[in-house]
Each structure stands twice: as C-alpha cells, then as structure tokens.
C-alpha cells in the first residue's frame, strides 16, 4: 500500500512531526517573538515589571469580555451585542452609583445584562433562529438606550461616582492592579466550567458536534441559554469595570469591546488546541493584542498601523492553524490507512 | 432464551407511522420485544429500518402508533427520554464527538464522576472507570485517544462501550458489523449472546442475512416501510428469507439483457489503480461501450470509494493508469471529469445529488449550464429552452412532479434519483457511474432506472454500476467485479452472475 | 413523558402567526405598507408628499447598492464584515486621486481596489478556509488603520471637482442621480443573481455545496466571484458617499455595516422565505429607509431610532423563525 521508499519519505514524515508538534504553538512562539521584538527595541522600558503589569492592566478587560464570548464560541453561537452591553454597563453603573450602595448598584447592573443574555437565549433556542441576527437587533436596541440614558446629561456620565469604587478601577494590591485579579478570576472560574465540570464539557458537545449531542440527550437549550447569560453578564461586569478605571461612561465607550473580543477569541482558537475556542486560547490572544498596543505605543507608533497589524497576525494566525489542522487530518488518514483497518463510514441515508 | 406467554413484552410498537416530504417512511409498523431476546430487524434500503429505530430513540417524532415500554404507553419521547427508559442505541452514523477522547465520548449524556469535596471531574476515575469497561468488553483501546485518530472499527468499538456504559434494558445496533473484521465480529456476537442471557433486549439490524441465522431467535421484515413478517428464525431458511426481502416480482423488476449483444469500445481503462487510502488497490479493469460493469462488495471494501476517486472528487491516486476513451485521465475534481464525459449519479441524493430548495429545471441544467445561454456575453440563462428540455427529461424518465417549477425537496426518492440522472442525461455521458442509485427508492421506481440504465447501455455509454445490492447486480450487469479490502477478488461473467453467487463471493467463504 | 407547559402556548404562538399564510411570505411588505400608512396619517402635509417620497429614496440609495452586494455573499453563506469599511476607504481613495486624475479614471481604479479587496476575502475564505466572518473582520480593520494613516482622520475635501460633486446631488427630471444608479444596479444584480448562469451557481452553492461541486461547478470560484461582486459595489458605494459628501471622510461608513445586515436579513424573510434574495433586500432598505425618514419627521430622537430599529429586526426575525419551524413541520 504506501511503500517506504525511505529517504525522501523520512525528512517529509519528520517535517509533518515538527509542524504537527509546533503548529499549535505557533502563536504562542509568535507572543514569544514579539515579546522579544520590543525588548530589544525599547530595552530598558519594555521589559520590566512595571511594564508588564501595564500590559496585563490594559487588557484585562477585554479579556473578561473576550472569555464571555469564548462560551458562545464554544457552543457554536455569534453574541454581537457584546460592545452594547457594555456600554450598558458602564452606563447604568455611573448612572446608578452615585444614589446607591456600590455592591447594589454593581450586582444590579450585571443582573440586568445577565437578563439581556437571557433574552439572547430564549430567542435563539426557542425560534430557532440565527443568534447572528438577534444579538445585532438587541445590540441596536441597547445602542440607543444607552444613548437615551446619557442624553439628558450631555452624553457623558462622570458624576457622583463613589472614590471607594474608583479605586477598585485604579488601585492595586502588592502592586497588582486588582483589574487583573478580576481577569484570572473570571479566566480562572470560565477555565474550569469548560474543562472540569460536566456542563462545560457538554457545551463543548453541543458545539462540536450536535447531532451526538442531541441523539445522547444532552439539552443545547439550557446550554445555550447559559452561555448568552455568561457572555452578557461578562460584559456587563467589563463596562461595569470600565466605570472605575475611566471614572466616566459614554455610550460608545464599549464599541471597540465587539471587534476585539472576537479578533481575542478567533486567535485563541488558532493557539494549542487548534481549532477549538478555550480560555487558554483566549488568554494568548488577549496578550498578543496587549503586546500589541503596548509596544506600539511605547515605539511611538500610530494607532493605525497597529490596527494593520491586528489584522494582519489575525489572518496570518488562522492560515497557518487552517493548514495545521487540514495537515493533522491528512496525516491521521494515511497512519489509519497504513494500518490497513480501515473501513468506510458507515454509510447513511437509509431512509 | 424468551419464552412467549403471558409476560409482559419488553417493549411494543403498534401502527407506527411516519412520514417526511416526498417519502412514507414507515406505514402502519408493528414490533415487540420480548425480555432477552435478541429480535432481528431486516429490511432492503429505505424499507424503515432506520427511521422505526430514530422513532424510538426520540429523535423522530412519529405521526401516529403508540409506544409501550413494559406494558406502559409512552407518549412523548425524546433522546433524553428514551435513555432513562432504559433503551441504548448504536445508530449507523455513529455520532461521535470529534473533538472528543474516546473516555469523553462514552461517558457522553451520562454523569462524569466527580471529585468529592470540589464537584469538578475527576479525570483520573472517568479514565479508570472507562478503561475498565473497554477492558471487560476486550477493546484494546486508551481511553485517552482522540476519536478521530482512531479507524473507523474502533470507532465503532466505542460507540458499543458508550452504549453499554450504563445498564440499559434494550440495545438496539444498526449495522454493527459493517465495519468489523471477522475476529471482532465473533467476539460481538458473544457479547450480545451474553448481554441477552442476563436479560437485556437486543434489537439487531444487518444485511448480513448468515449473521441473523446465527444470532437471533426473531426476526421481522420489513418491505417498503411496511412490516411483511414476524417469526421465529428457526422456521425459516436463508432463501425464504431473501424471499420475502425481494418479493417474488424478481422477473419483472429487472429487464431483459439479449444474449451476444455486441459491446463497444473500451470506455474506461484502470491498471494496477491503487488510491492512497488503500482503496481501491492494484486494482484492474476495464469498461466498454454498452457494457454496464457493475462492482460490489461488503461496506468498507472499496467500491464506493472507486466512483468518488474516478470522479475526482474524493481521494487520491497514488499510483496506476486510467484511460478514458483511449486517453490518459487523471481525474482532478468534478469540472475536470464532466468535461471528459464522466458523470456520477452519487450515493447520498440528499446531501450529493440535488440541490433540494432549487426546483426541477434548475437542477437538472445544472451541470451544463453553458449550453442554455441565450448569449455567452451576458451569459442570461434560456428559461424558455431549459424548461422545454426539462419537459422532455421529465417525459423520457417519467418523473412524477407538479411541474419543472416544484422543488426538488418535495418529491420522492425515486424522482428524485431521476432528476439526477435527467441532469447527466442531457449530453450522453461517455461513461456514467452509478453509486447506490436504488437505495431508498420504492420499488416501481427501480424498475424504470434499471430499465433506463440498460436503455443508455444500448444507445453506446458505458456504465458502471456500484452497488450492494446483489439483487439488483444480478439483475442489471453484464459482469460484475467484486473487492474485498481494496483488491479485486472475484470476477463473475454473465453465465454465473446469480444474487446468491455474487453474496458469497463478497463474503469469501 | 408529560407535555411540558413551555411548549403548548409556544405552539399556540406559533399557530397564531402562521396562519395567515399571507403574512408569512409577505410579511415586509404588508408592514412596509402598514409603516407608510402610520407616518401618512401622523405627519399627512409632510409624509406622503412627493418631495418626501423622493428624499427617502435619496437617503437609501447608498445602503440600498451596499446591501445588493452583501445579498449575494450572504446566499453564499459568507458574511461579509468588510463591506463599510471599503466604502469608507474607497471614499478617501476616490477623493485624494480626484484633484490630479481623470475622474472617470480615478472612480475606476477605485473599483478596481475594492475588487482587489474581494480577491483578499475570497482567496482566504474560500481557497484557504478560514471562516469569511475572521476573514473580513481582519480585512476591516487592516482597512480602518489604512485609512487612518491616509487621512491622519482629517477629510480630503480640495481638489474636487464639479462634475463629481453633480453625481452625488444632481437631480434629473426631479430625481436625483443616485437613486438612478441605485435602480440600476439593482436591475443588474437581480438579472444576474436570477436569470444568469453565475446567479443559478450562487444560489445552487448556497442551497447544497457539495451537490454543486457534484454537479461540475467550481465552488471555490462563486465564492471568489461574489466577493468581487461585493468589494466593487462597496467601492461604488463609497465613491457615491464622498459625491455626495463632496469630500473623503475617514467616518463615513460607519453604520451601513449594521444597516446593510438589516436590511438583508429582513428582505430574507419574504418572496423566497428564509433565503436571501435581492428584491427582499429592496424591500428591506425601502424598510429602513421609511422608517428612519418617519422617525426623523414625527421628531423622534435619534436613540430612540436605534431602539425602535433594533426591535423590528428582531420582531421579524423572531417572526421568520416561527413561519419557518411551521412550514418544517407540514409535509410535502
């Protein structure tokens, strides 16, 4: 069957194992490489521990967003209005702040964007129909509340916000900004649900394949409703987040959350476990766009050409995980092939 | 070991009808179950089998007919539903998570165990707990393997674990054999005997008719969704069994072939074809004018995979000649092989075949769309023209439908089936390959494909006939090849060309 | 075992809004019709007049020709995000080659880029793989930055010429010249999305790839070709906007994205229902359009646009999900 010429098919199968091996840690190598890049570019700046935690500080928010959208994403389902409920966030709690106990205030702002999420849910599972659509009308409709709520105030809510609940935004612990304890802590709780407990496994069934899912009775309503309600509350909590570090709220303040936490999560699902979206993943996106940003702005360059950038290690990034996992496949088709069992599919379509 | 008399059955099924567009997928079906008794479920292609089965399995909902479990009416079912009644189901498509270990995949739907003090998964234990199972049920597999390095065999091997992971009352395979190689196959037919002697109810699925023999102690028919017979095997003989599987109207379904007809040129001409898979491999043959070839063999052999890798539009050759008319042809994808006068009527209709929400006429242009340009600058299509060659197609194949306009969706496998071969039959193809073009069609409809294949054979085509139906190779072919693991095995020329020989020459007793 | 509550008033919804047949397939149309009436009787000097009717064509024009593009891609299955920022970026493009360059010529070579644009989406979504979703996420923000760098977020407005400004709002016999290309390119894209070959390889691509591929047609190739299709028609898009704005601006698509989907999918849910299609999506930005042009004229504040907007997209998307889980389940 497949004859072992040897010479020229050992460097070729040699070649398949480094690229079957490194493909997956590809971006990770390319984190890596930037890290690199700017440290030797900026040496005394870039690399040292302040700089660093300003990384980690800038992104933490667009990592708790991009984690809530990792669920959807798990589950094979688009939450677009991920920027507007943000905004709403961001928006309700500088609105309601100022007149209530913070610890209120905050768990009724992410209360009612789990309530959104709910109602992404319930359409989408229950009409059937594409959570594309329904999450960019709820996103319309949450544009302009959010721009009718801060329209009385000139379109920039900044007042009354308590300093206590500033200093949440701005203030560390053993030098640690407590931004980034929410981030591992959101990253760290999302980890676990998708790996160690059997309702994140299932979501991870439900996406990958749903007929097995659904033939093993396993419910995708619950599941799906649960993630919108995650991906909404996560969002909530990021403008709520938002609030404390600006000290303001606008209602556009969480647009560029959308763009981001997609371009976060497709990266994710380019790094290690290739092909999948997982909060590792996430995280790896989340530090290429914060190096990103961060070197960029400490080499004095434009935000433009940060923006090429962005796109250009997206695409780059998803090629070479589209080739690795089209590689894995022709590769596990010959070893199956070598070892001669190999039967067809059962053939379907029996009536 | 089930003793008739007054204990309650296991499981009854009355009247169970189901419909979809275009197809009665199950008329008035009745089946029971009796306590550990292994009940075996024969039927042609898209006589119901599958469909009765996904009605018990709460994946299709059934227009009407009741479902009694231990004597208790079931009215609503789900997957979900039929798993705590106790039912385990091993369907054809297996339905694995690709992303997925094999440990995941068994413990799909049921609980993972979990760690005590935090109720996260405990990897460790499910790994233990599924190792020990595959063990018992002598599966040499990690549980830690991803699904999909695994071969297809073992695939299937899982899908049994995952089934018998918890205790169910009722085990319903469909096909569990197609993918096994012979030892594996003796060892499921011990655990299947033994999983009935402790009082499990098994529902057995096969085409392989020795197998039903073997195994079970009933057995139904079912013919063109309806149940024709329910008895004891033991009262049966494998011919009369293939009888009521057929029908007496062997004669009139197929055509007459005229004896010394005189065969063309050769059409298509393989030597030593190996694909890189392995199937086909070293395989040689050739296909002239007139001649319809058909090739057949168990599932898994390589016949099917012959007509996507001549078509260009499924795996690779890795070594060997083709010729086309004289011509070498290395078919690169579907565009290349229709330019050469290739066509391929493809074994799944529905996901293959049709374009099911376009209507008639524009499937049936389709592949030749060039032809019924009013002007090759604006490249508008000629409604007027199509339609009226439509017409004419709809006419010569007596397609039964509205009109050129309906859907294609909405008419019935058969017609269906015809709209494919309508679409190939507007430029007489130099050679046509056929890939399982009766399955799922009722029996009238077959009739006139057969007699449309052999129609096309005089008027110069050569056909390739690739089935596993050994009815029907017996009754159309000329000749017939038949392969087992690739290779070719068997030829059978016209004068020994009888369903009987042909079965046995798949199986290669 | 039980039948489970949810589901009996579900069902019992569902049945009521089936029922009328009529409404299911028509659905837009008749609330087109039905929006229209409601503006007429609350604002009956200003509505219905002939001017209005006009303006409202006017307004729409553009994101009608944005949205006839996407249609095509989005029969296909491709999202594509990128359709806003091209015309954005073709409006820069058109306005900084304008003061030195031929204008037929410059508008030309900027349809050109926007056709390179759709090469990019096709060659990685379609040759390569990638989900058309990243892929145009990725090309709209490469775009977005380029255009930044271009215009340092300054508009572009010297050197334009009269007659350019003239096509973006001159009128002839009373109707402006932008809704005469949009009529145009609508008769275009609809002959050829339903009378010509390549509209029968979309749509057969769309229903069952694999049948087409199946049947001889090069899948690859649609796709790649309704990328194009779409990238040109943004870049006219675009060209049309800096006319009518006489001038390149760095901001000027933002919001046809969104509007363009609407508009899609609510044209999706009537003629060919649950499938887009190019009078549906007619019907979607006359939809839009009317229904912007009422609001702004009964005074609403322009949040409460957006609300209302957001709403009806998801009435009638909620809608088409019902009609279309009633019609799987009839047979035949």
């Not at chain 1, 677009?80 to 205030?105: D, E």
């Not at chain 2, 096909?175 to 003796?186: F, G, K």
């Not at chain 2, 005229?258 to 065969?263: A, D, S």
């Given at each position: 069957m497949?004859?072992?010429?040897?010479?020229?098919?050992?460097?070729r199968?040699?070649?398949?194992?480094?690229?079957?091996?490194?493909?997956?840690?590809?971006?990770?190598?390319?984190?890596?490489?930037?890290?690199g890049?700017?440290a030797?570019?900026?040496?005394?700046?870039?690399?040292?521990?302040?700089?660093?935690?300003?990384i980690?500080?800038?992104?933490?928010?667009?990592?708790?967003?991009?984690a809530?959208?990792?669920?959807?994403?798990?589950?094979?389902?688009?939450?677009?209005?991920?920027?507007?409920?943000?905004?709403?966030?961001?928006?309700?709690?500088?609105?309601?702040?100022?007149?209530?106990?913070?610890?209120?205030?905050?768990?009724?702002?992410?209360?009612?964007?789990a309530?959104?999420?709910?109602?992404?849910?319930?359409?989408?599972?229950?009409?059937?129909?594409?959570?594309?659509?329904t999450?960019?009308?709820?996103?319309t409709?949450?544009t302009?509340f959010?721009?009718?709520?801060?329209?009385?105030?000139?379109?920039?809510?900044?007042?009354?916000i308590?300093?206590?609940?500033?200093?949440?935004?701005?203030?560390?612990?053993l030098?640690?900004?407590?931004l980034?304890?929410?981030?591992?802590?959101?990253?760290?709780?999302?980890?676990?649900?998708l790996?160690h407990?059997?309702?994140?496994r299932?979501?991870?069934?439900?996406?990958?394949?749903?007929?097995?899912?659904?033939?093993?009775?396993?419910?995708?309503?619950?599941?799906?409703?649960?993630?919108f309600?995650?991906s909404?509350?996560?969002?909530?909590?990021?403008?709520?987040?938002?609030?404390?570090?600006l000290?303001?709220?606008?209602p556009?303040?969480?647009?560029?959350?959308?763009?981001?936490?997609?371009?976060?999560?497709?990266?994710?699902a380019?790094?290690?476990?290739?092909?999948?979206?997982?909060i590792?993943?996430t995280?790896?996106?989340?530090?290429?766009?914060?190096?990103?940003?961060?070197g960029?702005?400490?080499?004095d360059?434009?935000?433009h050409?940060?923006?090429?950038?962005?796109?250009?290690?997206?695409?780059?990034?998803?090629?070479?995980?589209?080739?690795w996992?089209?590689?894995?496949?022709?590769?596990?088709?010959?070893?199956?092939?070598?070892?001669?069992?190999?039967?067809?599919?059962?053939a379907?379509?029996?009536? | 070991?089930?003793?008739t008399g007054?204990?309650?059955?296991?499981?009854?099924?009355?009247?169970?009808?189901?419909?979809?567009?275009?197809?009665?997928?199950?008329?008035?079906?009745?089946?029971?179950?009796?306590?550990?008794?292994?009940?075996?479920?024969?039927?042609?292609?898209?006589?119901?089998?599958?469909?009765l089965?996904?009605?018990?399995?709460?994946?299709?909902?059934?227009?009407?007919?009741e479902?009694?479990?231990?004597g208790?009416?079931?009215?609503?079912l789900?997957?979900?539903?039929?798993?705590?009644?106790?039912m385990r189901?091993?369907?054809?498509?297996?339905?694995l998570?690709?992303?997925f270990?094999?440990?995941?995949?068994?413990?799909?739907?049921?609980?993972?165990?979990?760690?005590?003090?935090?109720r996260?998964i405990?990897?460790?234990?499910?790994?233990?707990?599924?190792?020990?199972?595959?063990?018992?049920?002598?599966?040499?597999?990690d549980?830690?393997?991803s699904?999909?390095?695994?071969?297809?065999?073992?695939?299937?091997?899982?899908?049994?674990?995952?089934?018998?992971?918890?205790?169910?009352?009722?085990?319903?395979m469909?096909?569990?054999?197609?993918?096994?190689?012979?030892?594996?196959?003796?060892?499921?037919?011990?655990l299947?005997?033994?999983?009935?002697?402790?009082?499990t109810?098994i529902?057995?699925?096969?085409?392989?008719?020795?197998?039903?023999f073997?195994?079970?102690?009933?057995v139904?028919?079912?013919?063109?969704?309806?149940?024709?017979?329910?008895?004891?095997?033991?009262?049966?003989?494998?011919?009369?069994?293939?009888?009521?599987?057929?029908g007496?109207?062997?004669?009139?379904?197929?055509?007459?072939i005229?004896?010394?007809?005189?065969?063309g040129?050769?059409?298509?001409?393989?030597?030593?074809?190996?694909?890189?898979?392995?199937?086909?491999?070293?395989?040689?043959?050739?296909?002239?004018g007139?001649?319809?070839?058909?090739?057949?063999?168990?599932?898994?052999?390589?016949?099917?995979?012959?007509?996507?890798?001549?078509?260009?539009?499924?795996?690779?050759?890795?070594s060997?000649?083709?010729?086309?008319?004289?011509?070498?042809?290395a078919?690169?994808n579907?565009r290349?092989?229709?330019?050469?006068?290739?066509?391929l009527?493809?074994?799944e209709?529905?996901?293959?075949?049709?374009?099911?929400?376009?209507?008639?006429?524009?499937?049936?242009?389709?592949?030749?769309?060039?032809?019924?340009?009013?002007?090759?600058?604006?490249?508008?299509?000629?409604?007027?023209?199509?339609?009226?060659?439509?017409?004419?197609?709809?006419k010569?194949?007596?397609?039964?439908?509205?009109?050129?306009?309906?859907?294609?969706?909405?008419?019935?496998?058969?017609?269906q089936?015809?709209?494919?071969?309508?679409?190939?039959?507007?430029?007489?193809p130099?050679?046509?390959?056929?890939?399982?073009?009766?399955?799922?069609?009722?029996?009238s409809?077959?009739?006139?494909?057969?007699?449309?294949?052999?129609?096309?054979?005089?008027?110069?085509?050569?056909?390739?006939?690739i089935?596993?139906?050994?009815?029907?190779?017996?009754?159309?072919?000329?000749?017939?090849?038949v392969?087992?693991?690739?290779?070719?095995v068997?030829?059978?020329?016209?004068?020994?060309?009888?369903?009987?020989?042909?079965?046995?020459?798949?199986?290669?007793? | 075992?039980?039948?489970?509550?949810?589901?009996s008033?579900?069902s019992r919804l569902?049945?009521?809004?089936?029922?009328?047949?009529i409404?299911?397939?028509?659905?837009?149309?008749?609330?087109?019709?039905?929006?229209?009436?409601?503006f007429?009787?609350l604002?009956?000097?200003?509505?219905?007049?002939?001017?209005?009717?006009?303006?409202?064509?006017?307004?729409?024009?553009?994101?009608g020709?944005?949205s006839?593009?996407?249609?095509?891609?989005?029969?296909?299955?491709?999202?594509?995000?990128?359709?806003?920022?091209?015309?954005t970026?073709?409006?820069?493009?058109?306005?900084?080659l304008?003061?030195?360059t031929?204008?037929?010529?410059?508008m030309?070579i900027v349809?050109?880029?926007?056709?390179?644009?759709?090469?990019?989406?096709?060659?990685?979504?379609?040759?390569?793989?990638i989900?058309p979703?990243i892929?145009?996420?990725?090309?709209?923000?490469?775009?977005?930055?380029?255009?930044?760098?271009?215009?340092?977020?300054?508009?572009?407005?010297?050197g334009?010429?009269?007659?350019?400004?003239r096509?973006g709002?001159?009128?002839?016999?009373g109707?402006?010249?932008?809704?005469y290309?949009?009529?145009?390119?609508?008769?275009?894209?609809?002959?050829?999305?339903?009378?010509?070959?390549?509209?029968?390889?979309?749509?057969a691509?769309?229903?069952?790839?694999?049948?087409?591929?199946?049947?001889?047609?090069?899948?690859?190739r649609?796709?790649l070709?309704?990328?194009i299709?779409?990238?040109?028609?943004?870049?006219?898009?675009?060209?049309?906007?800096?006319a009518?704005?006489?001038?390149?601006?760095?901001?000027?698509g933002?919001?046809?994205?969104?509007?363009?989907?609407?508009?899609?999918?609510?044209?999706?849910?009537?003629?060919?229902?649950?499938?887009?299609?190019?009078?549906?999506?007619?019907?979607?930005?006359?939809?839009?359009?009317?229904?912007?042009?009422?609001?702004?004229?009964?005074?609403v504040?322009?949040?409460?646009?957006?609300?209302?907007?957001?709403?009806?997209?998801?009435?009638a998307i909620?809608?088409?999900?019902l009609?279309?889980?009633r019609?799987?389940?009839?047979?035949g």
């Open positions: 497949s004859r072992r010429v040897g010479g020229r098919n050992v460097v199968r040699r070649f398949e194992w480094i690229v079957l091996k490194g493909g997956r840690y590809g971006t990770v190598l390319g984190l890596l490489v930037l890290f890049v700017f030797a570019l900026k040496p005394n700046v870039f690399f040292t521990g302040r700089n660093i935690l300003n980690f500080n800038q992104i933490s928010l667009l990592g708790i967003c991009a809530g959208l990792t669920v959807c994403l798990v589950l094979n389902e688009f939450d677009l209005s991920i920027g507007a409920v943000a905004t709403l966030g961001a928006v309700l709690a500088a609105g309601w702040l100022p007149h209530t106990h913070p610890a209120i205030g905050v768990v009724g702002v992410i209360a009612v964007c309530g959104i999420g709910l109602v992404n849910g319930l359409i989408i599972t229950t009409l059937r129909v594409s959570s594309f659509m999450t960019l009308g709820t996103m409709v949450l302009g959010s721009y009718w709520y801060t329209s009385g105030s000139g379109s920039i809510l900044y007042s009354g308590p300093k206590g609940f500033l200093q949440i935004g701005k203030g560390s612990f030098h640690i900004p407590y980034i304890f929410f981030m591992v802590g959101v990253l760290v709780v999302l980890h676990v649900l790996n407990t059997t309702t994140g299932r979501m991870y069934a439900v996406g990958g394949s749903p007929e097995a899912a659904r033939f093993a009775g396993i419910s995708a309503r619950r599941l799906k409703i649960l993630g309600v995650l909404g509350s996560l969002a909530g909590l990021t403008g709520v987040l938002l609030v404390a570090r000290g303001l709220a606008e556009t303040i969480g647009d560029r959350f959308l763009f981001d936490s997609f371009t976060v999560a497709f990266l994710g380019a790094s290690i476990r290739v092909g999948r979206f997982h590792l993943g995280l790896i996106g989340t530090l290429i766009m914060g190096t990103i940003f961060n960029f702005t400490l080499l360059v434009p935000y050409l940060q923006l090429i950038v962005q796109g250009a290690i997206l695409i780059a990034a998803v090629s070479s995980a589209g080739f996992m089209n590689l894995l496949q022709a590769v596990r088709l010959q070893a199956a092939g070598r070892s001669g069992r190999r039967g067809e599919k059962g379907s379509g029996d009536v | 070991m089930g003793t007054p204990e309650p059955l296991r499981l009854e099924m009355r009247g169970i009808t189901k419909t979809f567009p275009g197809t009665v997928a199950c008329e008035e079906i009745d089946f029971d179950l009796r306590r550990g008794e292994i009940h075996a479920l024969v039927g042609q292609n898209g006589a119901g089998k599958s469909t089965i996904k009605i018990l399995a709460g994946i299709h909902p059934r227009d009407a007919g479902i009694l479990i231990e208790k009416p079931v009215e609503h789900s997957p979900r539903i039929a798993h705590d009644l106790g189901f091993i369907h054809q498509e297996l339905n998570v690709p992303q270990n094999v440990a995941e995949n068994i413990v799909l739907g049921d609980p993972y165990p979990l760690r005590k003090p935090t996260l405990d990897w460790r234990g499910l790994n233990r707990h599924v190792g020990g199972i595959l063990e018992n049920l002598n599966i040499p597999i549980p830690r393997r699904v999909q390095s695994l071969t297809v065999a073992e695939q299937w091997m899982v899908a049994i674990a995952r089934a018998l992971y918890s205790k169910g009352n009722v085990l319903v469909d096909e569990p054999t197609s993918s096994l190689a012979r030892d594996d196959v003796r060892e499921l037919f011990a299947v005997k033994s999983l009935a002697a402790k009082g109810s529902v057995y699925i096969s085409h392989r008719l020795e197998e039903i073997e195994l079970a102690e009933r139904t028919v079912l013919k063109d969704s309806r149940k024709v017979l329910t008895t004891e095997v033991a009262s049966l003989t494998l011919g009369e069994l293939v009888r009521h599987l057929v007496g109207r062997l004669q009139e379904l197929f055509p007459t005229e004896e010394g007809r005189t065969l040129d050769p059409v298509l001409e393989v030597s030593d074809l190996s694909a890189t898979d392995g199937r086909p491999s070293d395989l040689s043959f050739v296909v002239r007139r001649e319809v070839l058909g090739v057949t063999g168990l599932l898994g052999a390589g016949h099917n995979e012959l007509a996507d890798l001549l078509f260009g539009v499924r795996g690779r050759v890795a060997g000649r083709i010729a086309l008319a004289g011509t070498a042809y078919p690169r579907a290349h092989a229709v330019s050469r006068g290739v066509a009527v493809p074994a209709r529905r996901s293959q075949g049709v374009v099911g929400e376009m209507p008639l006429w524009e499937n049936v242009i389709l592949a030749h769309l060039r032809r019924f340009l009013i002007d090759p600058v604006t490249r508008i299509v000629d409604r007027k023209r199509a339609r009226r060659s439509t017409g004419e197609q709809m010569a194949l007596q397609i039964v439908a509205t009109g050129p306009d309906q859907e294609v969706r909405n008419l019935s496998g058969g017609n089936q015809k709209v494919v071969l309508a679409k190939w039959l507007l430029e007489s130099r050679l046509l390959i056929l890939s399982e073009p009766t399955r799922g069609i009722d029996v409809a077959k009739a006139e494909i057969y007699a449309l294949v052999r129609e096309l054979a005089d008027r110069g085509s050569g056909i390739l006939f089935s596993t139906e050994a009815e029907e190779l017996a009754g159309v072919c000329d000749r017939v090849l392969l087992r693991d690739g290779r070719l068997e030829e059978l020329p016209r004068e020994a060309l009888t369903a009987h020989r042909i079965m046995e020459a798949c199986y290669g007793e | 075992m039980s039948e489970r509550t949810p589901r008033w579900i569902k049945q009521a809004v089936s029922s009328a047949a409404l299911r397939r028509y659905g837009i149309i008749v609330s087109l019709v039905v929006l229209f009436a409601c007429s009787l604002r009956p000097g200003i509505f219905p007049t002939l001017g209005n009717l006009i303006a409202i064509l006017k307004q729409i024009s553009l994101l020709i944005l006839a593009g996407l249609t095509i891609c989005l029969v296909l299955g491709d999202f594509d995000l990128s359709v806003a920022a091209v015309a970026w073709s409006g820069v493009i058109v306005a900084a304008l003061p030195t031929n204008m037929w010529l410059a030309g349809v050109l880029m926007g056709m390179g644009i759709g090469v990019v989406n096709g060659f990685f979504s379609a040759f390569v793989g989900s979703f892929v145009t996420l990725a090309t709209q923000t490469m775009l977005r930055g380029l255009t930044l760098w271009y215009t340092g977020g300054y508009s572009l407005y010297s334009i010429p009269k007659a350019f400004v096509i709002r001159g009128t002839f016999l109707v402006p010249y932008l809704v290309v949009m009529a145009l390119v609508y008769i275009v894209i609809y002959v050829a999305a339903n009378h010509t070959a390549f509209g029968k390889k979309v749509y691509v769309g229903g069952n790839p694999t049948a087409s591929r199946f049947s001889g047609i090069r899948v690859v649609v796709h070709l309704a990328f299709l779409s990238g040109a028609l943004a870049a006219l898009t675009g060209i049309l906007l800096a009518r704005l006489s001038s390149g601006q760095p901001r000027a933002e919001g046809l994205l969104l509007s363009a989907f609407a508009a899609c999918f609510l044209g999706a849910t009537t003629f060919r229902v649950g499938r887009f299609n190019i009078l549906g999506s007619l019907i979607g930005v006359l939809f839009i359009g009317t229904l912007n042009n009422g609001l702004v004229i009964l005074g504040p322009f949040y409460l646009q957006y609300v209302i907007q957001g709403a009806i997209l998801v009435l909620a809608a088409s999900g009609a279309r889980s019609a799987r389940r009839a047979p």
